[in-house]
């Protein structure tokens, strides 16, 4: 299983970015798909999780963020606007075989993408 996450970048506080990550070699339909993000100095956590029939998110990120997926063309996205300074970290998709927020029960990690928001 490959999962490749791209779409970050710089963006001022109140912008927007929309990061993707597309999967491969199993069937992307059936797993939950997540969202970390790392900052500096701290641990990894939970940004958001899309499962099918339903999707949860960090209060951090609430009605700020948006989760979605693609299952046609095997991808995961997530919208993100309002973005403040503290949203600022490197962001991970994940694949797992069940909806949890804990990093360590996914499976599969993708390389992860730098986000970077200016004040």
């Known amino acids: 299983v490959q999962l490749q996450a791209f779409g970050g970048g710089l963006v001022q506080a109140g912008g927007s970015l929309r990061l993707s990550c597309a999967a491969s070699?199993?069937?992307?339909?059936?797993?939950?798909m997540g969202w970390f993000r790392q900052a500096p100095g701290k641990e990894r956590e939970f940004v958001a999780a899309?499962?099918?029939?339903?999707?949860s998110y960090a209060d951090s990120v609430k009605d700020r963020f948006a989760i979605s997926r693609d299952n046609a063309k095997n991808t995961v996205y997530l919208q993100m606007n309002s973005l403040k300074p503290e949203d600022t970290a490197v962001y991970y998709c994940?694949?797992?075989?069940?909806?949890?927020?804990?990093?360590?029960?996914?499976?599969?990690w993708g390389q992860g993408t730098q986000v970077t928001v200016s004040s």
């Open positions: 070699g199993r069937t992307f339909r059936s797993y939950t």
């Open positions: 899309n499962w099918g029939a339903g999707s």
């Open positions: 994940a694949s797992g075989s069940y909806y949890t927020r804990v990093p360590s029960q996914y499976d599969y």
